[in-house]
């Protein structure tokens, strides 16, 4: 079948094979009709039945939706079909048969929970605004690539099974390798800084990362995509300018290249580009205007996490995407530096979409002595994590990076409703098969 036609490039006056999927069967008695489905999308195929073979008729019209079938015939102008074209049959091939019975509705009349969807996946990627997410996916990994190498990044590949978390033992799913304990690892955070202490200098990485966490919410997965990035002789403000060209890059991308997928999603009209520059917010900022809001039962005082409640305030009056810059040291990782003038102010930055946080980044700390004092203060043992803490001893650049959660991205950005709906085969606290 690699001689086949795509639906989309049958033009009258060929004799063409198409090949794809039975989306639908009417029979209005004389005349009937197979509408096919194949990638690019839907073709008409018409069955005159008392000008055809009786054998081509049953073969066609008795198929079950959802069977692959192969269709070989003349192609011919018809403006009340589908693509403009029907395809008048002279032979068809049932490639592979369904069962009559289907799990869910690929044509999409039928509705499905999430739950049910994501048990037959395959299924549920035959509808046209499910696997329009995915290419529009794929789209926003492709261009945040191309925009990681105009900033002159290297691409990277680092280990998922480790001997030690990335923040220590919480929310690490252990393993046994070879009789010894191992985990599933939460970031490349550890492994991309040791790259800027190299030849590297400057890297990505778009890759999965594990989280133990027992959540259950429309936002958390416990298998996830992270895009990171890391850059020696970068101040936290400087990976923030790196961010906001990336997120934007993903956006421009799928502006560019995907409208089909964006009007099957109804989203055509209403897609933009986010604006730069993003609006930059201190910590001390954020609480005061989400205090003032009066979103919240209580008022936020100084080394508050910001709750879900008092994101989605501040969100809805900022309008936009947006960093919150200079965090509490003591609600940041050790890794994220201090600055100089005042230890209790971390180079720590989040940004945020309107509705959650999308990336968690800062400046490092690159002195070998403070990296230690860090470690302890946060109740860690730095002899575990000394694969990582002696290459600080050889001459460690200063250096600033992030991470951003590629399934919130296109959450986001297409105004998912759970993340899930981002994910092929999503890992949750029930969710381990497919």
Not at 316 to 340: A, L, N, R
Not at 342 to 357: I, K, Q, V
Not at 408 to 431: K, W
């Amino acid at each position: 079948m690699d001689d086949r036609t795509y639906a989309v490039d049958a033009e009258p006056g060929e004799t063409v094979t198409v090949a794809g999927w039975v989306h639908e069967i009417r029979d209005l008695g004389g005349i009937a009709f197979l509408i096919l489905r194949d990638t690019t999308g839907k073709i008409q195929v018409t069955f005159e039945k008392d000008e055809m073979d009786e054998v081509l008729v049953e073969t066609g019209l008795g198929v079950h939706r959802e069977s692959v079938v192969a269709v070989t015939g003349a192609v011919k102008e018809e403006e009340r079909a589908p693509t403009g074209v029907e395809v008048t049959p002279e032979s068809v091939e049932v490639v592979a048969e369904a069962d009559p019975e289907l799990p869910l509705d690929p044509s999409g009349k039928v509705d499905a929970d999430l739950s049910t969807r994501l048990d037959n996946r395959t299924l549920d990627l035959r509808k046209d605004e499910v696997k329009a997410v995915f290419e529009i996916r794929a789209e926003v990994l492709r261009a945040v690539r191309e925009q990681f190498r105009e900033l002159g990044c290297t691409e990277i590949n680092t280990p998922k099974i480790v001997a030690t978390g990335t923040e220590g033992g919480t929310e690490l799913f252990p393993i046994t390798y070879f009789g010894r304990e191992a985990f599933m690892n939460q970031s490349p955070q550890l492994f991309k800084q040791l790259m800027v202490g190299s030849g590297l200098e400057r890297v990505f990485e778009i890759g999965p990362i594990f989280r133990a966490e027992e959540h259950n919410t429309p936002r958390h997965l416990n298998e996830a995509t992270s895009i990171d990035f890391e850059s020696a002789f970068y101040d936290h403000t400087e990976a923030m300018d790196a961010c906001e060209a990336v997120v934007r890059a993903a956006y421009e991308g799928v502006a560019d290249n995907c409208a089909d997928q964006l009007e099957t999603l109804d989203l055509a009209g209403e897609f933009e580009v986010p604006d730069e520059p993003f609006l930059r917010l201190t910590y001390e900022e954020a609480i005061e205007r989400i205090n003032a809001t009066g979103a919240l039962d209580e008022q936020l005082v100084w080394g508050d996490d910001l709750p879900t409640e008092g994101e989605h305030a501040l969100g809805e009056e900022v309008g936009q995407h947006y960093f919150i810059t200079d965090w509490p040291s003591e609600i940041k990782p050790f890794y994220i530096k201090d600055h100089d003038d005042d230890p209790d102010l971390s180079t720590g930055f989040d940004m945020m979409h309107p509705t959650m946080e999308l990336v968690s980044g800062g400046q490092r700390e690159h002195r070998y002595d403070r990296l230690v004092d860090g470690f302890e203060q946060q109740g860690l043992d730095p002899e575990q994590f000394d694969y990582y803490t002696k290459m600080f001893r050889y001459g460690m650049p200063p250096h600033a990076g992030w991470g951003l959660g590629g399934e919130r991205l296109v959450m986001t950005m297409l105004g998912l409703g759970n993340v899930r709906e981002a994910v092929i085969f999503p890992r949750d606290r029930q969710r381990l098969s497919p």
